[in-house]
């Protein structure tokens, strides 16, 4: 049977730490920018092993999910065994499942279009919006029984890597085109389908 109970009851949620600038050290910083549809992207920032030391209690496990809390509210990310032992910044929620509720689900669920228009609905602040962990807190969750979560967070899981799949595909087509105008309006080589006289005019 379905239920539906507020996040606060399925997750522990906490706020992200104010980490140092930028320093290039080994242990990664999540920040709002590297959180895109339902992924972690992008390069972090890094910082160093002593400064991620303090922060032990902002570190990421696999299953937790990044909610950005600032500018781009309702963006989520699931963490992975890649990203065991990153930090998450400032500008991001961690929720952390508890038994109830399957990771894979919840990070799937969150994009729902009703509840992203929830974050809509429930942002404060104008020039940049923000959402608090209490009031994300109060997130209505749709759950049923763990069994189905399962299935359809694997379900939708395995479309979401097609499309990854795709993406790369465009992305990697995209370079080669580009590399390709680069070099034949370059002079190095003519267009295809056409040849240059003795006196280097176009036949």
């Not at 399957?102 to 602040?125: E, I, K, M, T």
């Not at 190095?188 to 040849?195: D, R, T």
């Amino acid at each position: 049977m379905w239920r539906e109970v507020p996040l606060v009851d399925v997750c522990e949620l906490r706020a992200g730490a104010s980490t140092p600038a930028d320093s290039g050290g080994p242990v990664r910083v999540v920040k709002p920018r590297n959180v895109t549809d339902g992924r972690l992207t992008g390069t972090p920032d890094g910082i160093t092993e002593e400064s991620a030391g303090k922060l032990g209690r902002y570190r990421l496990a696999s299953g937790d999910i990044v909610c950005v809390r600032t500018g781009g509210v309702g963006r989520h990310a699931l963490a992975t065994a890649e990203h065991t032992g990153w930090i998450f910044g400032t500008g991001i929620i961690r929720l952390r499942p508890g038994e109830d509720v399957d990771p894979l689900y919840l990070n799937h669920y969150l994009s729902h279009p009703s509840v992203q228009d929830w974050f809509r609905r429930n942002v404060a602040g104008t020039a940049v919006p923000s959402i608090s962990t209490g009031a994300l807190g109060t997130l209505p969750v749709a759950l049923p029984p763990m069994r189905t979560q399962k299935s359809i967070g694997r379900a939708l899981g395995a479309l979401n890597e097609k499309i990854a799949i795709h993406e790369q595909i465009c992305r990697t087509t995209a370079e080669l085109r580009d590399a390709l105008l680069s070099r034949l309006l370059s002079g190095e080589s003519g267009p295809p389908g056409e040849h240059t006289g003795d006196d280097g005019a176009c036949a």
